[in-house]
């Protein structure tokens, strides 16, 4: 029978003092600094689960209890959601030789297999960009990885898993959105896997707390368009998410969600929206022929919305006064596309960037008013729709700011699509 | 242009002749054409001979003469913009009286056609912005078209439920979804804000739509949608749960992402099932951003307009299924049954303006408006030949404005039918069958009324034609005029007499009868005297009732007037002396306790009914010390006695009783009308001045007399005073719905919730 390295791992190292990136306080903090075991794990290994370790604890015992509460490599995070399969990975780099030389072959090819590639497959990718090197997670320092894949390929990652022998790790997976309820039986007969089922909404509040927490150096986590109704002086800038409640946070993945975050656990979904990322993809792939995301991004930032849709200014000649409506807003998304000749006239491109922008402001003036019902003023917008997707950044930015008279900010976050994969990892290392 | 076309002129522009102020809405396939006339047509006037010439005059009572009268009309007709040409040129040509220089125009294809109009009509567009004619037309057929406001549910057992007009129409939200979507918030007549909109519209449906499925007509796209199923191309909750979300409670049914499908799939999409997704991707997003709006200025009334709604049943359907989900049922989805009209309609007022047609309360024509659904081909197989496209609306200056009864418990939530016929399909088709084997008779007294008048019967047989398409595309359409009942069936066809110049057509009969009651009177006040106060008190109610058998309306009492002319008042009271009483309640406790202040009494039939049933009674509460005021139709309908006659009614009677003649000196007595002109009451349309002399009269006992006003109407009015209901069951099968025989006796006495059972002169109506 495999079993994973650290759990025969006597030598306690104070890893828990070493973190290269310190959260900014614990509290905030939803890794395994707040060591309070009360999974069965450490139930079974005979620990009381009421047994409370508070900051004063000795360093000694905290080791202790973050060494034997911490699961076995490998450590994962999944969310499978309509469209794509996040992924994230924790590699450790500080695995000592004893460990190296117990570590079974099939973990080991695991990590090798993950860490030396940045492209798996045919669809499979590692956004290199987006990984987090010297990170200490439970206790150990390594490198947090990002990779993403579509969910129709999930057969195929499944039939690697069962190729690479990943059930004999004997690890728990974690994972969360719609898929790990949908494929749960798949991953059991097709991978011999039990999935740990986790909720998205939970996960991704997780994620992003968490996330923004660790990040210190580097690149900012969070960021802000500065100027954003001046297109010749918008630029992006950090942000700093402190004191980040009350919060509104937009995911916009296949579809969107809007909550309503008032502390890590306390949150509501205030509303949701079907026109999302999966309908602008599914929308340009009926109108242009595309097929990826990237490809419709492409088209769309090469093309001009005005020929497709009609403005105010089509209809009222300029600004509609009466009511403050500027001229070039956009009374009608896809109203050219009524009269036969403009429907003649205009180019792909053009249509790309019209669904770009309908569905980039139509998730904008749900969010402004969800905004004011809720009271909130600072919006977080997540997910992968807005992945290389400055454009439709700019205008959530730009949209929140105008329509807003400057009461709304719209924040970004790097990781966009990964917190509810994150949220799942830290459920793995510290169960809620 | 198609210029083949034949106008039917007579029945669409009608009384062009007299037409100004024009005002014109031109929208993207429809336009909107709305004038004002003045309508001449025949009134029934009664007058008192003249003392001198009395003598030289018949024994009749009173002279009955038919007048000219000319009374104001709106008229409004839509029509698709491929005629608007056409009929530029035939109103140029019929047009002859007019003193107008201008016309008001609003809507998208105002700009385009300007040139056109002003060359042809001669007139000056004068441009009225479309926001602000939209909600202006919004309040005024809010205000005065009864069941104005619909909610539509697809799969209940009538689609359309209509609303009671609100006392108070303010605050409200209007969604116009046009090309694009504007949400405006109004809170009175001249205040109102834009207050949101989105871009995603019925242009977006429509643009996008024709790029997806290749179809370039709006109804084509809808049409397509009504047969495609969204969940090929949508992606759904279970699609990505393999089930329901359930800690959210999302259903698997949900759409988790419009299109979503068509993103991954390698395969062709049917047009039928993109249309319907993307119906409904537009209309859930307008419901969800109208629920936002709607929430965030607290608004529960939110009305939804505009041609992506306008007679289409399959978006009524996708916006309410939106807006019940995004707030749970809390808010309605409503729609308006002139939703088309409301931009010409305020665009005519803005022209109107110096007339102020707002002081002035306006009543739908049954017989000249086309009704809901009239052009939509999917509802109405039995299409119009000759005005096929053509829907037009009239509407009529009521002589007088309407208010609610100042004594309605709740004006919001009253109702004056007793049965809703749209819903009640088995009623339904036994009213309408009533009616039209009613019809005969009606059409050989309408012609017996004008003896002199050679044109009479084909005029009839025009009357006959008109009412019995009405109630054709009523039994196909029950909901074409709002709630379908026996109010506004009896409503339908005195509009429709009217229309062919038969005024009064029993005007003769009430004449006649009368006169042979007066003749009765004294006799019949004599021995009410001789009994004593406990045997009067019964006798009175008796003869009320007895009297109310007299009613032409009703056809078991028709036949018997017809056949047996000598048909009395005292068989009438020996027909009611076996009848059960189906709602009762000892008369001595209505006049046991102290006086009431003031009885206000709504009379039903004119002769025996009034003269020996009500007056006798009303002398009773006389010489209690009650002040009455008598309230009568302001118009004729069938055998009821209108105010015009009650006044020399009264007059003779008080010429030979001094009870009476002190009442009236002493206005203790008041004689008013009640804005009616139809044989049902609706309490919520009275004539200002009765809910003025109510009010100031501290009324505290209505009484409601007769089958129309307390049985099809106001059997289940609450009021906040005392209440009397008295009526005989002159029909046999609503005598059977209601558990009793023909003849059968309503009495229902009601004292509010909280109140004294016996009159009390402390009561004071709010």
Known sequence: ?432 | MDKSITLPPDEIFRNLENAKRFAIDIGGSLTKLAYYSTVQHKVAKVRSFDKATKEAASDKLYEISVQEEVTARLHFIKFENAYIETCLDFIKDHLVNTETKVIKATGGGAHKFKELIERKLGLKVDKEDEMTCLIKGCNFVLRNIPHEAFVYAKHADSEFRFQTTQPDIFPYLLVNIGSGVSIVKVESEDKFERIGGSSIGGGTFWGLGALLTKTKRFDELLQLASKGQHTSVDMLVKDIYGGSYGSLGLTGDLIASSFGKSATADKEFSKEDMAKSLLHMISNDIGQLACLYAKLHNLSRVYFGGFFIRGHPVTMHTITYSINFFTKGEVQALFLRHEGYLGAIGAFLKGAEEDNPNQYSWGENYAGSSGLMSVSPDMNPMQRARSGTFDMLEMDRLERQLVNLPLLQDPSSYIPDTMDLTEDALAREYWLYCFEEALDGVVKRAVASQPDMPEAAERAEKFRQKYRHKLQTLRHQPFAYGSLTVRSLLDTREHCLNEFNFPDPYSKIKQNENDIALKYYQKAVKSLEELSWEERQFALVRGVLAGNVFDWGAKAVSDVLESDPEFGFEQAKRQLEGSKCLKTTHPGFLLQGPPHKCALFFVDNSGVDIILGVIPFVRELLSRGTEVVLASNSGPALNDVTNGELQILTERIAAMDPVIQAGLREDRLTLVQSGSSSPCLDLSRLDKVLAQVVRERQTDLVIIEGMGRAIHTNYYAMLSCESLKMAVIKNSWLADRLGGKLFSVVFKYEVPAGKPSQGSAAVTPS
């Open chain 1, 1 to 432: 029978m495999a079993f994973n390295g650290h759990q025969r791992e006597d030598e306690g190292i104070d890893e828990d003092e070493t973190p290269t990136k310190q959260p900014r306080s614990e509290k905030e903090m939803p890794g395994c600094f707040k060591t309070e075991p009360h999974n069965e794990a450490s139930a079974s290994a005979g620990r009381s689960t009421s047994e409370r370790r508070t900051s004063n604890s000795t360093m000694r015992h905290r080791a202790d209890s973050v060494k034997k509460t911490r699961p076995p490599f490998p450590w994962f995070g999944m969310d499978i959601g309509g469209t794509l399969v996040k992924l994230v990975y924790f590699e450790p780099k500080d695995i000592t030789a004893e460990e190296e030389q117990e570590e079974v072959e099939n973990l080991k090819s695991i990590r090798r297999y993950l860490t030396s590639n940045t492209a798996y497959g045919k669809t499979g990718i590692r956004d290199v960009h987006l990984e987090l090197q010297d990170l200490t997670l439970c206790g150990r320092t390594g490198n947090l990885h990002f990779i993403r894949f579509p969910t129709h390929d999930l057969p195929a990652f499944l039939q690697m898993g069962r190729n690479k022998h990943f059930s004999s790790l004997h690890t728990t997976l974690c994972a969360t959105g719609g898929g790990a309820y949908k494929f749960e039986s798949d991953f059991r007969t097709m991978a011999d896997l039990q999935l740990h089922k986790l909720d998205e909404l939970d996960c991704l509040i997780r994620g992003v707390l968490y996330i923004d927490s660790v990040m210190s150096s580097g690149p900012s986590e969070c960021y802000y368009f500065e100027n954003p109704t001046d297109p010749d002086h918008c630029v992006q800038k950090p942000y700093t998410l402190e004191n980040p409640y009350p919060l509104l946070l937009v995911n916009i993945g296949s579809g969107v969600s809007i909550l309503a975050v008032y502390s890590e656990s306390n949150y509501k979904r205030v509303t949701g929206t079907s026109l999302g990322g999966g309908t602008f993809l599914g929308l340009c792939c009926l109108l242009t022929g595309c097929s990826t995301f990237e490809e419709a991004l492409e088209m769309a930032s090469q093309g001009e919305s005005t020929r497709v849709d009609k403005l105010v200014r089509d209809i009222y000649g300029g600004d509609y006064e009466r009511f403050g409506l500027p001229g070039w807003a956009v009374a009608s998304s896809f109203g050219n596309m009524m009269s036969k000749e403009k429907r003649e006239s205009v180019s792909k491109e053009d249509l790309a960037r019209a669904t770009l922008v309908t569905i980039t402001n139509n998730i904008g003036s749900i969010t402004r008013m969800c905004a004011l019902n809720e009271n909130i003023e600072r919006v977080v917008f997540v997910g992968n729709f807005l992945r290389v997707n400055t454009l439709s950044m700019k205008l959530l930015a730009y949209a929140m700011d105008y329509w807003s008279k400057g009461q709304l900010k719209a924040l970004f976050l790097r990781h966009e699509g990964y917190f509810g994969a994150v949220g799942a990892l830290l459920e793995l290392l510290h169960p809620s």
